[in-house]
C-alpha cells in the first residue's frame, strides 16, 4: 500500500476512536480510499464507528455504481449508508433550475436568463447532491460526536485538486480527511487488485478514464463518447440534450455542446431543433450583449436606478428574449421597468437592517 497521508489532528482523532465515514461513489479512487480507510485504522487500534456513505444522484449515475459500492461494503463488512437529495436527483435539479431562471427572467428578478447546468466554477451538483446531504446524515447519526469524514481526492486529478490539504477541520472540530492525496493512478488501480476487488466496469467495459456522472461537466470529450456508446447512457443524452435545446446553453459551455458528441442518437426531429438551438443561442448572446456593464446583474442587485436610456434599452431586450423563448416577460416598457426597480431596492433595504439599528 502505498503511505498514507495524515495530520495531528487526524491521529487524534483516531486515537479518541472518533467514528470515521467514508464517501464512496463506485470510482476507484473512493474504493481505495474506504480500502485504505479501514487497513490503517485498523493499524492503529481504531474502535471507533465506521461507515460507508454513497450520495445517490438519481439517473444520472452509472447503473454500477449502487453495486460497487455494495460489493465494497460486503468485503469490508460495513454499513452501506445511501443518501439522496430530497426534491430528486441531479438531471432534475438541471431542470428545475431552467424553469426557475425562466421564472425570474419574467418577473425581473435578473437582466439575463441563467444556465441551467453546473460548471467548474459554481459545482452545486457537488454541494447540494453530494457534500450537503452526507454532511446532514453524518450529523444526524453522530449526535454530540465529532466525526472524520475520508474522500478519496488525488492530487493528481487536477490543477485545484493539486492544492488540496491533507485534512480540514470544521468550526465543529469534525475534519476532511484525504488519505491517498499523494497516491498515482496507477498505485490506485494496483491497490484495489491487491485487495481482491474489481473496480467498476465503467473503467474495464466502457473506456472510462473517470467515473462520476454518466456525463460530467468534467468529462473529457473522450469520456462523453465513450459514455454515449453505452446503451444505458442513451435516455439520459437525449433528456439532456432535450434541455440544451429548451436552454439555449451548452452542456459544457464554450460552445461543446452534448448534442454533438453522438448526433446519430439524437433522431431526425431532436436533430433538427438541437441545431436550430445553436442558432437560437448566437441570438441569445447577440441579444443579452446589448446590456452595458453597468446594468448587470451583481451581488445585491439592484444597486441603483436605471437612467431611461438604460430602461429602454432593457425593455427592447426583453421583448426580444421573450420572442425568441416563447415566454411573456413582465415589465417592458421604461415606466414599468422604473417601477419594479424601485419596488425591488425598496424591498432590499427593508431586508437591510439599517447602519442605526445594527448598531
Known amino acids: 500500500m502505498a503511505a498514507i497521508a495524515s495530520t495531528a489532528e487526524i491521529e487524534a482523532l483516531i486515537t479518541e476512536n472518533a467514528p470515521v465515514a467514508i464517501g464512496v461513489s463506485g470510482g476507484k479512487d473512493s474504493q481505495a480510499s474506504a480500502l485504505a480507510t ?5 493499524s492503529k487500534g481504531h474502535t471507533g ?6 450520495a445517490d444522484l438519481g439517473m444520472v449515475e452509472w447503473n454500477a455504481s449502487l453495486p460497487v459500492c ?3 461494503a ?7 449508508i445511501v443518501v439522496r437529495r430530497k426534491a430528486g436527483g441531479l438531471m432534475e435539479r438541471w431542470e428545475a433550475r431552467w424553469q426557475s431562471s425562466l421564472r425570474r427572467y419574467i418577473n425581473l428578478e435578473t437582466v439575463a ?3 441551467p447546468w453546473s460548471t467548474p466554477a459554481m459545482r452545486f451538483c457537488t454541494s447540494e447532491l453530494k457534500t450537503h446531504p452526507i454532511r446532514a446524515e453524518l450529523r444526524r447519526r453522530f449526535k454530540r460526536c465529532v466525526f472524520i469524514n475520508v474522500t478519496g481526492i488525488r492530487r493528481q486529478e487536477s490543477a485545484a485538486r493539486s492544492k488540496a490539504s491533507v485534512a480540514s477541520v470544521d468550526a465543529a472540530g469534525n475534519a476532511d480527511w484525504r488519505l491517498i492525496l499523494d497516491w498515482m493512478e496507477t498505485e490506485v488501480f494496483d491497490f484495489i487488485a491487491e485487495q481482491g476487488l474489481e473496480v467498476h466496469e465503467g473503467y474495464t467495459e466502457f ?5 462520476s456522472c454518466r456525463f460530467c461537466i468534467m468529462s473529457s470529450a473522450a469520456d462523453l463518447i465513450a459514455a454515449a456508446a453505452v446503451p444505458e447512457s442513451q435516455d ?9 435545446i429548451a436552454s439555449t446553453f451548452a452542456f459544457q459551455g464554450n460552445n461543446k455542446w452534448l448534442g454533438d458528441v453522438a448526433p446519430h442518437l439524437l433522431g431526425f426531429r431532436r436533430e433538427e431543433e438541437f441545431q436550430n438551438a445553436k442558432i437560437r443561442a448566437l441570438a441569445r448572446i447577440a441579444i443579452e450583449a446589448k446590456v452595458t456593464k453597468g446594468m448587470r446583474y451583481v451581488s445585491g442587485w439592484p444597486t441603483r436606478m436605471l437612467t431611461d436610456h438604460e430602461a429602454k434599452i432593457l425593455a427592447d431586450v426583453r421583448r426580444s428574449i421573450g420572442l425568441l423563448f416563447n415566454i411573456e416577460p413582465l415589465y417592458l416598457d421604461v415606466p414599468s421597468i422604473h417601477g419594479r426597480y424601485a419596488a425591488l431596492i425598496a424591498d432590499r433595504e427593508k431586508r437591510q437592517p439599517s447602519v442605526h439599528s445594527a448598531a
Open 113 to 115: 436568463l441563467v444556465l
Open 207 to 211: 473506456g472510462m478514464s473517470r467515473i
Open 49 to 54: 464507528p465506521r461507515v460507508l456513505v454513497h
Open 70 to 72: 455494495d460489493r465494497l
Open 74 to 80: 460486503a468485503h469490508l463488512g460495513a454499513e452501506l
Open 236 to 244: 439520459l443524452l437525449c433528456r439532456m440534450v432535450d434541455l440544451e
Open 38 to 42: 479501514f487497513a490503517y485504522l485498523d
